[in-house]
């Protein structure tokens, strides 16, 4: 009897929270719902969780745990995998990385359309990289962002003779996000194959660093229907939580925010976040941007001159990004310490609907620094 | 609570399934001639929140994670003590295991700020020692543990990093871990159970 009722009790409870847990989920964003399951399919193994890793002496692939497209996923909502890595824990030697690539498959390994990429970003760990070098005064400067590769941009090389140096026991941590703007009638899982091509053959160090736009927002006109009703060059955020920076004016800056319909121009000074100390030579720029984005343009307001122009192609029959090329210059462009830096960026909404958008540049500088570091590192080594 | 006891308990699941692993040693730079230093966390003398002398004598033989954070910290610092006392749970009998962390903000957090503080994530004050000490004393171990911070809006808030760094028992850093990411946290634990074991 008293089993009886211990076993009508857990059902209530079972039940009550079943129900509550529904509740819970059902009411979050499509990002965390995204996240929610992911990690709940991937914990109880519903689908493939682990990440493999394969290294060969000239790159290294990591294929990420199984994905579920279950639905419409904007940029920075779709299901998402993380994993630490080390290219060879068992080995300190040094290495430089060359280029990146990312790509999407199905689960039969068949290559398919780069649409279900949002973004794969590599950080290193800046305690572990510039402690290793000693680079003290490079720690909490800026977010250890190596690179990132988005829709419309799936692989990028460095320059000629140019790489990013590093330990073979050196950790690194990844995330790459699944995207689709446009497949709403299946359920699919996909997964992401990511590329790193290395050599052991000294190059020249590039040191990486991000500049993104911010825009200003009024606390009080976070709702779509604001958007016809806000001052040129600001923005309603798509979120307050995360991506919101306070400037020295005391402005709330959004670096995720939503576009109007037709065309847009946005400005955004970033002489602060490049915080040049020295002139320093730019050799490569890896730009990131949300569909509609037309123009993405890094311009040197001291001399007027124009450094980088990027050109977006969007699909023509679907949400999306077919190009967006990068700037890649063996020679480089000088970037000076004293000068002032704007980005600018040209957005045409061609759907009947608000969007999202985001606009970032990973540079990469020639790093100076290193290069002495390095070389004498090599000389006793 | 009882999330935090879902975690632990997911955490405790994912290192049941996962093997040893080697750790590389942490605590070495290459010098200007390209030559590598090692070095030890060592040299350091702060104030606990019972006012206790805290040097490197009580690290000594133990495997320890170290912090920093400051007890206003109104961003980062409350989701790292989250997952340190959970960590600290787990290990809570373990001897050889301790937690050392750091106040950035050591002209606001006196012994008694701390001794509050400590009390109120319910760990015996020998298991997490909250630290108080001079500027030349926290560069010294900031520079050691490979960290730096500066203040924000005129000294009210600090930029500050969430990564904590683990030390062996021959004072060694052995790695830098995340702690507002709970995968990095997992691994944080793997890595302390090796350390303990070897």
């Known amino acids: ?381 | 609570m009882l999330i935090r006891s879902f975690l632990i308990c997911m955490v405790s699941l994912n290192l049941s399934c996962t093997s040893k692993t080697q750790l590389p040693v942490l605590s070495n730079y290459i010098d200007n001639n390209g030559k590598k230093v090692n070095y030890r966390i060592e040299n350091f003398e702060f104030k606990n929140q019972l006012n206790l002398k805290v040097t490197e004598k009580n690290t000594k033989e133990k495997v320890y994670v170290a912090n920093f954070f400051f007890t206003r910290c109104p961003s980062i610092c409350p989701k790292m003590k989250t997952a340190l006392t959970g960590i600290a749970h787990t290990y809570k009998d373990i001897d050889d295991f301790i937690i050392l962390s750091f106040s950035i903000d050591p002209k606001n957090d006196s012994v008694p700020i701390l001794e509050a503080y400590a009390n109120s994530t319910g760990i015996p004050h020998l298991k997490w020692h909250f630290l108080n000490g001079n500027k030349n004393q926290l560069d010294h171990v900031a520079k050691l543990f490979r960290t730096s911070f500066e203040p924000l809006n005129y000294g009210i808030d600090f930029y500050h990093s969430s990564f904590a760094a683990l030390v062996d028992k021959n004072q060694e850093i052995r790695g830098f871990y995340n702690l507002l990411d709970q995968q990095s946290i997992t691994k944080l634990m793997e890595a302390i159970d090796f350390l303990l074991d070897n």
Not at chain 1, 28 to 49: C, E, G, M, P, Y
Not at chain 1, 242 to 270: A, D, P
Not at chain 1, 353 to 360: R, T, Y
């Open chain 1, 1 to 381: 009897m008293a089993l009886k009722t211990w076993y009508k009790t857990a059902i209530i409870i079972l039940i009550v929270i079943g129900t509550g847990g529904i509740i819970y989920y059902f009411n979050l964003s499509n990002r965390h719902k995204a996240i929610v399951k992911t990690q709940l399919l991937h914990f109880f193994n519903v689908i493939d969780s682990d990440w493999d890793q394969t290294l060969s002496d000239k790159s290294l692939t990591l294929e990420s745990p199984a994905l579920l497209i279950d639905n419409i996923y904007k940029s920075m909502e779709g299901p998402k995998a993380l994993e630490y890595f080390y290219f060879d824990k068992s080995n300190p030697q040094l290495f430089w990385m060359t280029n990146f690539k990312v790509s999407a498959k199905n689960l039969a390994n068949k290559t398919i359309s780069n649409d279900f990429i949002c973004h794969m970003n590599i950080n290193y760990i800046e305690q572990e990289h510039h402690g290793r070098w000693h680079l003290l005064d490079r720690i909490n400067m800026q977010f250890p962002r190596l690179i990132s590769l988005s829709h419309g941009v799936e692989s990028i090389s460095f320059p000629d003779g140019f790489g990013f140096p590093f330990f073979g026991d050196e950790q690194f941590f990844i995330t790459t996000e699944t995207l689709n703007h446009n497949v709403k009638d299946s359920i699919f899982q996909v997964k992401h194959d990511i590329s790193i091509g290395y050599t052991a053959k000294k190059l020249k160090p590039l040191m990486p660093r991000t500049i993104f736009m911010q825009l200003p927002f009024d606390i009080n006109k976070l709702d779509d229907a604001d958007i016809n009703d806000i001052e040129p060059n600001s923005c309603i955020p798509v979120e307050t939580k995360n991506l919101t920076y306070f400037n020295k004016k005391g402005q709330i800056l959004s670096g995720h925010w939503k576009i109007n319909k037709g065309k847009q121009v946005f400005t955004c000074n970033v002489t602060k976040q490049l915080s040049l100390k020295d002139t320093l030579r730019l050799h490569q720029i890896t730009p990131h941007l949300h569909p509609f984005a037309e123009q993405f343009t890094l311009k040197d307001l001291t001399t007027n001159e124009i450094l980088y122009n990027c050109i977006v192609t969007n699909h023509r029959n679907r949400v999306g990004l077919s190009d967006t090329p990068v700037f890649s210059s063996k020679e480089g462009v000088l970037m000076f310490p004293d000068h002032i830096y704007e980005l600018i960026l040209t957005t045409n909404n061609t759907s009947d609907e608000i969007q999202d958008m985001m606009a970032s540049m990973f540079l990469f500088f020639y790093d100076k620094e290193m290069a002495v570091k390095t070389k004498n590192y090599l000389n006793v080594n």
